[in-house]
Structures are given as structure tokens and as C-alpha cells.
């Protein structure tokens, strides 16, 4: 997968800008606030329909305009695809594949394989159970288009089911056999979502467990347990037995949208007991691995997007940073940082030709 060109038009604050691309390795540089996680953040958009950074689209419109278009031209199987993604105030959003509309967006999931790394990655260690499971849902969904459907489908009805609870409670009434058919339909789709979410970590955790110690030369043993309620029960069983603390709480307090990652560094919690560098290193193992796991299941070198990552990193890490993606030859990538020498004395040791995009 190769990204040769992209156009952007009042896309949050870049008026209009067109970028052309050869090299294998691509830097932006300038200052902060002057656009450069934009245009990474733009290629995030092409691959997955939304901002990485900003999932509200109507807020990726630039201040005083009415719409946004992103274009973007990709190499894949030696044929050119044409990917445009546009919304226009009180429209609804429309993404094209060589002129053609999608009347499924996310039958679009998986066209670009792709991964970013960022700041905003820490949030894996600090943030509630939801990230975790988007990061999860983001790996498997890239190569599983059946998954993405049950997950949608189960968060539909999810939310009807939870709409009813609130019902109950404040009409003060109770519906037991409506309440049955969501408990039916959640049931049905949960499972296959609980099963490959257990094969995945099952194949996942051995390459993140290789990475890890490639990066910290053995230095201690990490984990990553998968925590589901339907490890032990299934998912119609759970609901009957929390039936009344649901109707208290109106809301459904048990199920795979409950589901959690456990991260651990020598048995214990690396929110609580990693090093901020054992935990940058954790992260980037993660992300190692899902570039391995989605280039494995998809047959196709994922794009890399490394959008300021290298703050307060000493020049050593960030040249063994840039190698460590550089040497997997997983496709292009992308790098937004704001010191040019920086990045230039970091690529200087890289076998690959790349190209400086200054931004003012």
C-alpha cells in the first residue's frame, strides 16, 4: 500500500494544500499548531472514514467553511485507488472508492491497512476499559469485516436495550418479554465477538510478547490478559442474574462491551508500577505487533503514521525509534515532528530514501 498523492480542502485549519509522494519515508516539520498531525491525521481519515484525533467530523471542517474534502491516491496490487472523503454541514458524510459511493461506510475498513503511533497512545495505560477495547476492535476490525458487522450490531442493540431499562425506570413499569428479545439478540452476537476476540489474543500475545523483549533486551516480562464476563457464563445467563441492578443502575452492566485488556510488567499493573520508559516501550511493542498481526492477516504492508512521538526523546531513541519501523519495511511512513535536524540525523542511518515537507 503506497500513498503517491493527497489534497485537502478546509480541513480543520489547512485552507488547501496538495502533497505529492515518492519516498518510502515522509517528514513534516514545523511548529506546533501549524498543521502537521492535520495532514498525518488526514491519511488516518482516508483509512478508517474518521479523524483520529477528532471523532466529531463536523468539527474537521475548517472555521468559517462549509465542508471539507480529503482525496488521496493509493498504489495497492499495482493499481491505482482513488479515496475521497467529504462532508458538508447538515449533510451526512460521503466517502467514495474511484468515483463510486459507499452506501456502507464501513464496508471501507481494511481497503488501507494502517497504524498510527502517538501521544494520545498513553491513553491505553491510563484510560478506562473503552480504549483498550478500541485498540482491540481496531486490530481485528481492519482484517474481519464479519466482526465489525456483529459489533455494530451488538452496540445497536445495546443501546436499545439500555433506552428500555431508562424506560422502565421512569414510567415505573416492566416489560419482561421485550426485554427477553434484546437479552436474545445480544446473547447471539456476543459470543462470536467473544471467541475472536480470544483468538486474537491469542495469536497477538506472542508477537507483542517477542517485540517487547527484542526492544528491552529481556529486560523484565510483560503480559496482556483479555478480561471478559463470558469467561465464565454465558451472556443470557449474566443478564438474568443482574436484571434488578440493571434496572437500578438503566443500564446493562454486564456484557462484551464490558470486556477489558489487563496490561502487566513483571506480574503487576503498568499503570501503577511501570517507568514512563517501560511504559513508551510497552506502547511501542503494542504497536509493533499490530503492524505484524494486520500484515500477517491481510497480506499488505501496513501505512505507518508517527505523529509526534519524539518530544523529550534523547537522539539515540529517536533514531533506534525510526529504525525499529524503518527495518520492518511495513510500507511508507509518515512522520510529523517539530525539529528538523532531529529527524534528519535520525534518517541519516536509515537505508531508505525519504523527503522533508517543511510546513510554515
Do not use: W
Request: with cysteine.
Amino acid at each position: 500500500m503506497f500513498l503517491k498523492q493527497l489534497n485537502l480542502t478546509h480541513y480543520k485549519n489547512l485552507e488547501a494544500s496538495q502533497f505529492h509522494f515518492q519516498a518510502p519515508i515522509n517528514c513534516f516539520i514545523g511548529n506546533n499548531g501549524i498543521g502537521k498531525s492535520n495532514v498525518l491525521d488526514s491519511i488516518y481519515h482516508l483509512a478508517f472514514t474518521k479523524s483520529y484525533f477528532n471523532p466529531s467530523s463536523v468539527q474537521n471542517i475548517q472555521f468559517g467553511k462549509e465542508f471539507f474534502l480529503i482525496e488521496g491516491k493509493f498504489e495497492k496490487d499495482g493499481k491505482e485507488e482513488k479515496i475521497n472523503c467529504s462532508l458538508k454541514k447538515g449533510q451526512k458524510k460521503t466517502v467514495k472508492r474511484n468515483g463510486k459511493v459507499y452506501t456502507k461506510i464501513a464496508d471501507h475498513i481494511g481497503l488501507i491497512p494502517l497504524v498510527i503511533v502517538s501521544p494520545a497512545d498513553r491513553d491505553l495505560i491510563i484510560d478506562g476499559s473503552s480504549t483498550r477495547r478500541k485498540f482491540m476492535d481496531g486490530v481485528i476490525g481492519q482484517t474481519d469485516k464479519t466482526y465489525l458487522k456483529n459489533l455494530s450490531d451488538y452496540n445497536k442493540i445495546l443501546a436499545q436495550r439500555n433506552a428500555l431499562l431508562k424506560f422502565f425506570a421512569q414510567n415505573r413499569t416492566f416489560d419482561a418479554d421485550t426485554l427477553d428479545i434484546y437479552n436474545h439478540q445480544m446473547t447471539e452476537l456476543a459470543h462470536p465477538i467473544f471467541e475472536k476476540r480470544m483468538a486474537f489474543m491469542k495469536v497477538f500475545l506472542p508477537i507483542f510478547a517477542k517485540r517487547y523483549y527484542s526492544i528491552s533486551q529481556g529486560a523484565e516480562e510483560v503480559d496482556v490478559q483479555y478480561q471478559s464476563d463470558l469467561s465464565e457464563k454465558k451472556l443470557s445467563d449474566l443478564l438474568d442474574q443482574n436484571l434488578e441492578k440493571d434496572k437500578i443502575l438503566q443500564f446493562s452492566s454486564v456484557g462484551i462491551h464490558k470486556d477489558d485488556l489487563n496490561l502487566l510488567i513483571s506480574g503487576m499493573p503498568i499503570k501503577k508500577f511501570g517507568s514512563q520508559g517501560q511504559q513508551k516501550t510497552f506502547l511501542i511493542a503494542l504497536k509493533l505487533a499490530q503492524f505484524d498481526f494486520i500484515k500477517e492477516k491481510s497480506g499488505m504492508n501496513p501505512i505507518v503514521l508517527l505523529d509526534d512521538i519524539f518530544d523529550k526523546l534523547d537522539q539515540d531513541r529517536v533514531t533506534q525509534t525510526i529504525q525499529l519501523f524503518d527495518n520492518e519495511r511495513l510500507g511508507q511512513i509518515f512522520i510529523s515532528d517539530t525539529h528538523e535536524d532531529r529527524i534528519k540525523a535520525a534518517l541519516k542511518r536509515s537505508s531508505s530514501d525519504y523527503e522533508i515537507f517543511n510546513l510554515s
